[in-house]
């Protein structure tokens, strides 16, 4: 997230929201293997949803290594972020009961 937005948020008086928001595309901390938190809830949904609907993270995946892989250092930025994400997807399904689909 650029940091305008972020400034705004918190003069606005929604310090904790723009804390949330500004990690929804790289968290920025590992959170508690034991609880979910917000943070990684907004990162996992943002890696769910391409353009107007919700997909599965290797759709979603294919679809930001086309659009942004080009050269190996994207690539391989692209990559770990997916492997993390899949990490907080486990993390996440082994509280609910259903896996997404």
């Given at each position: 997230?650029?940091?305008?937005?972020?400034?705004?948020?918190?003069?606005?008086?929604?310090?904790?929201?723009?804390?949330?928001?500004?990690?929804?595309?790289?968290?920025?901390?590992e959170?508690?293997p034991?609880?979910?938190?917000?943070?990684?809830?907004?990162?996992?949904?943002?890696k769910?949803?391409?353009?107007?609907?919700i997909?599965?993270?290797?759709?979603?995946?294919?679809?930001?290594?086309?659009?942004?892989?080009?050269?190996?250092?994207?690539?391989?930025?692209?990559?770990?972020?997916?492997?993390?994400?899949?990490?907080?997807?486990?993390?996440?399904?082994?509280?609910?009961?259903?896996r997404?689909?």
């Amino acid at each position: 997230m650029r940091r305008q937005p972020l400034q705004q948020l918190k003069r606005m008086g929604y310090e904790r929201v723009g804390e949330v928001v500004a990690q929804h595309i790289w968290l920025v901390k590992e959170g508690d293997p034991s609880c979910v938190c917000e943070e990684e809830i907004v990162n996992y949904a943002d890696k769910r949803v391409m353009h107007d609907r919700i997909v599965p993270l290797e759709e979603r995946f294919s679809d930001l290594k086309a659009r942004y892989g080009q050269n190996q250092k994207a690539v391989d930025y692209l990559e770990r972020l997916q492997k993390e994400i899949y990490g907080v997807e486990n993390k996440i399904f082994s509280i609910l009961t259903d896996r997404p689909q």
